[in-house]
């Protein structure tokens, strides 16, 4: 399956890609097959479950919202975060949700979404399985759906098996390993980023691709100014209270340089950008997938130090460090996972801060070899990384984690700037390390909330 840069880069809400974005496009998706069957007018029932990691996380990333919201029509790019709440407590109260918003049958939240905390599907760990009735009582529509992280989504047909999406699309340069890619750059004295403008155009024109990769870099931008001007505390029930308002607030009394550490005043507002995009993501915002919600701060953090702080930062530059970006994204997805269910925390962090370090080297002029090398450098150090969200919100310790993750992308990009290329580890070792970490890793560790900090610290 070839996989575009809009792929990875989703404009959707938060606070989960893999548990919010994809159940929302699946519960859209299993009412298009009931309607291409003339089937939706006659469902006056219809029940969800939800298995593995979407069944024992699911509450606290607002899966049940994210359904309910699905079979009303919605999808992620286009809902309101605003109408959310109201939405989904206008059929709480009421009982019915209008599937649609055309076609009414009766709802009950608690008794109508399943959450199998202990029950696992074989071909994903975030598996969910909707069921619909007629009202003589028949089963007239049931489908499997899994979300495998990033908001992509796989359905099984009614053989049980994986539909994979058909591809026919013929890219110009195919590489499935950093080593390809490298030699691709070379054989064709190209960049990255040229690479994969080449292949994007495989699917848009020229001036698409950088319009929507401008569009997104704007996304980005509003859910940063969003992000430091609003206080209060996160939903949830951990009472978490927003800090980036507060930071950004001291950060503009100091001038930009904190006096207490000049030498890295850049990195608090680094921090300050994590900080202000997970906030939202965690609270419900609009957010870009990156490649995930859970790691959605790291790539716009460092592009705006980018932005912000390196000299000849221009849009160009935001452009290059986008495709560059997906290149690396492309080979984790291909070659490991993007998913804190399937590899832990290291394949959302992890990949996000490898794409992060390779744009920000490319955008200030690396060469292939040194942002393979600065990828590299963001994996390595993100190794075994687990995800053990307390109480199974996108709040602690992923808000900090991206932060944490932005800043090292930024030395990674450094590191890897002051060398000529040359390195013990290649990517695509780091990558294939990452999944055989991943496959070992307990599931506890896996998004569960049955490890980690998850049980060793109280959610009240």
């Not at 709440?85 to 009414?104: A, C, F, H, W």
């Not at 195919?174 to 750059?185: H, K, R, T, V, Y």
Request: proline residues 4%.
């Amino acid at each position: 399956m070839a996989i575009s840069l809009f792929d990875l880069f989703k404009t959707g809400i938060g606070p989960s890609s893999s548990h919010t974005v994809g159940p929302m496009i699946a519960a859209r998706q299993f009412l298009d097959g009931l309607n291409q069957r003339q089937l939706l007018p006659t469902v006056r029932k219809i029940n969800i479950e939800l298995f593995g990691s979407l069944g024992a996380t699911g509450r606290g990333h607002g899966t049940g919202k994210a359904i309910l919201l699905g079979l009303t029509g919605a999808l992620p790019e286009k809902v309101d975060p605003d109408t959310i709440e109201d939405t989904v407590n206008r059929i709480t109260q009421s009982g019915t949700l209008e599937l649609m918003n055309k076609y009414p049958v009766g709802f009950n939240y608690v008794e109508d979404i399943i959450f199998h905390r202990m029950k696992h599907l074989d071909y994903h760990s975030n598996g969910l399985t909707f069921s619909a009735w007629a009202s003589s009582g028949e089963l007239i529509g049931k489908q499997t759906f899994y979300s495998i992280g990033g908001g992509f989504v796989l359905a099984e047909n009614e053989a049980g098996e994986i539909e994979l999406p058909a591809d026919t699309t013929r890219l110009p340069y195919n590489f499935s390993s950093g080593a390809e890619l490298i030699e691709l750059c070379g054989e064709q004295e190209r960049s990255i980023a040229e690479i994969m403008l080449s292949n994007e155009m495989s699917w848009r024109e020229e001036t698409e691709v950088k319009e929507g990769i401008l569009a997104l870099w704007r996304v980005m931008q509003e859910c940063v100014e969003k992000g430091i001007h609003r206080e209060g505390i996160l939903p949830g029930g951990l009472n978490i209270k927003r800090r980036a308002a507060k930071l950004y607030r001291e950060l503009r009394q100091q001038n930009r340089i904190d006096r207490v550490t000049p030498s890295l005043g850049a990195m608090d507002w680094v921090n300050l950008y994590a900080l202000a995009v997970n906030e939202e993501n965690a609270a419900g915002g609009r957010v870009v997938t990156a490649p995930t919600n859970g790691a959605a701060g790291i790539i716009p953090a460092v592009l705006h130090y980018y932005w912000n702080f390196c000299p000849g930062s221009c849009e160009e530059g935001i452009i290059e460090f986008f495709l560059t970006a997906a290149a690396i994204g492309i080979l984790c997805k291909k070659n490991a996972s993007i998913s804190g269910a399937e590899v832990g925390c290291q394949g959302e962090v992890g990949s996000a801060c490898a794409m992060a370090a390779a744009g920000l080297a490319a955008a200030t002029g690396g060469t292939p070899a040194q942002i393979e090398n600065a990828a590299e450098i963001g994996i390595e150090h993100n190794l075994g990384l687990t995800c053990d969200p307390i109480g199974g919100l996108v709040q602690i310790p992923c808000i900090e984690r991206n932060a944490m993750a932005a800043v090292k992308a930024i030395n990674s990009a450094t590191l890897a700037l002051r060398g000529d290329g040359a390195h013990y580890v290649s990517l695509d070792k780091a990558i294939r390390t990452m999944r055989d970490t991943g496959r070992d890793m307990s599931d506890k560790y896996k998004e569960t909330s049955r490890g980690g900090l998850a049980v060793n610290v109280p959610d009240c």
